[in-house]
């Protein structure tokens, strides 16, 4: 896998919810280039902070986000924050111990694909941007229907920026994360922006089984780790051809 590769990967519902002070700016696009999108969260933040279904039960922890950071567009930075490689803590995320290590060493080499976080509130993250902790998920109907607009027009700069060639998506197919996904990837596949876009399918997966062997194959992907355990077989679909011959 080289640079013009793009993997992108759902956020998780399990998080750390610990933090700290320290707020940095996108590591994805220049600010001027990101606004649309901090102007979008910050519109997606206010629906959910006025919708009690959004703020109570296990949506509790959205009270506490802070809109004053650069997460949100703001200078300052009372909230707590950790990169989300470090704060998404479900089955991708825990697959290997050494998953936020390994993924935070190949955001640093040019060398290596890029990776990118499609998150509910956030939207697209880079690995090492600083987010707060929140409980908002994909299917939820402010989240999706906000995202669906918002990020093909995104993805579609950040590929001509970026020059992708190569799209990988590590989602359940018949998730909102991969629904999402496929609106903003198809269109730049027929406009042959892209050569590829790949989606990798766990065979019978589930909410633990597909995760967490998204999370093994991205580290043998980058890795070329031997003797990981797969719990399923995977299918590599080639969006648009026939299903290719499982890993």
């Known amino acids: 896998m080289r640079r013009k590769t793009l993997l992108l990967i759902p956020c998780s519902a399990e998080k750390v919810s610990d933090g700290n002070d320290i707020c940095t700016q996108s590591h994805l696009l220049p600010i001027v280039i990101y606004e649309n999108i901090i102007n979008t969260r910050k519109h997606l933040l206010e629906i959910i902070s006025r919708d009690k279904r959004y703020r109570t039960k296990k949506y509790e922890i959205n009270r506490k986000i802070r809109n004053d950071g650069y997460d949100f567009g703001g200078i300052g930075g009372t909230g707590r924050y950790l990169p989300a490689i470090e704060r998404y803590a479900g089955n991708l995320y825990t697959a290997i111990a050494d998953f936020s290590r390994i993924v935070r060493t190949h955001s640093d080499n040019f060398q290596s694909p890029q990776i990118m976080i499609l998150s509910a509130l956030y939207g697209p993250l880079h690995p090492l941007d600083t987010i707060q902790n929140y409980n908002l998920q994909m299917s939820d109907s402010p989240a999706y229907r906000m995202w669906k607009d918002r990020?093909?027009?995104?993805?579609?700069?950040?590929?001509?920026?970026?020059?992708?060639?190569?799209?990988?998506?590590?989602?359940?197919?018949?998730?909102?994360?991969?629904?999402?996904?496929?609106?903003?990837?198809?269109?730049?596949?027929?406009?042959?922006?892209?050569?590829?876009?790949?989606?990798?399918?766990?065979?019978?997966?589930?909410?633990?089984?597909?995760?967490?062997?998204?999370?093994?194959?991205?580290?043998?992907?980058?890795?070329?780790?031997?003797?990981?355990?797969?719990?399923?077989?995977?299918?590599?679909?080639?969006?648009?051809?026939?299903?290719?011959?499982?890993?």
């Open 151 to 247: 990020f093909p027009p995104f993805l579609r700069e950040y590929v001509l920026m970026m020059e992708i060639k190569r799209i990988c998506l590590y989602m359940g197919g018949s998730t909102a994360y991969f629904r999402i996904a496929s609106k903003a990837t198809i269109p730049l596949l027929k406009e042959k922006l892209l050569d590829s876009i790949v989606h990798y399918e766990v065979i019978k997966g589930n909410s633990y089984h597909t995760p967490y062997n998204h999370g093994l194959l991205i580290v043998k992907q980058l890795t070329r780790m031997p003797n990981l355990k797969f719990t399923r077989d995977i299918s590599e679909i080639l969006i648009g051809s026939n299903l290719q011959p499982s890993i």
